[in-house]
Nanobody, 132 residues
Framework: QVQLQESGGDTVQIGGSLRLSCAAN?????????MAWFRQRPGKQREAVAV????????YYADSVKGRFTISLNYAENTLYMQVNSLNSEDSAMYYC????????????????????????WGQGTQVTVSS
């Protein structure tokens, strides 16, 4: 059974950094997978923040995180990462990783950042809280 497990969320001060991890269990990450990080802030709709595919050769970011977040894949560790820097209060959210093997969905997500794009697999989430 495919499982994605996030970790790395914490409470940090404004301007702080974290590295979020998403371990894949039950299958091996490969270049056929498109993976992404989403987040959902209290009272807000879920939003897509970063997408990676083509073996890590293609990465895309929402404008709100561009220049501060970096998504990456480590195939040896079978893990997706996202380095989040210069955190502000608007970054406080539950962060989720997700994967799809359908290229059309991947392209839709990467070009439109449509958070309603159906993904095949989801993790349970990791909480990031940014405090002043």
């Amino acid at each position: 059974q495919v499982q994605l497990q996030e970790s790395g969320g914490d409470t940090v001060q404004i301007g702080g950094s974290l590295r979020l991890s998403c371990a894949a269990n039950g299958y091996v990450l490969s270049t056929t997978y498109c993976m992404a990080w989403f987040r959902q802030r209290p009272g807000k709709q879920r939003e897509a923040v970063a997408v990676i595919y083509n073996g890590g050769g293609n990465t895309y970011y929402a404008d709100s995180v561009k220049g501060r977040f970096t998504i990456s894949l480590n195939y040896a560790e079978n893990t997706l990462y996202m380095q989040v820097n210069s955190l502000n209060s608007e970054d406080s959210a539950m962060y989720y990783c997700a994967a799809t093997i359908k290229q059309s969905r991947c392209l839709n997500l990467a070009t439109k950042f449509d958070a309603t794009t159906p993904m095949n697999y989801w993790g349970q989430g990791t909480q990031v809280t940014v405090s002043s």
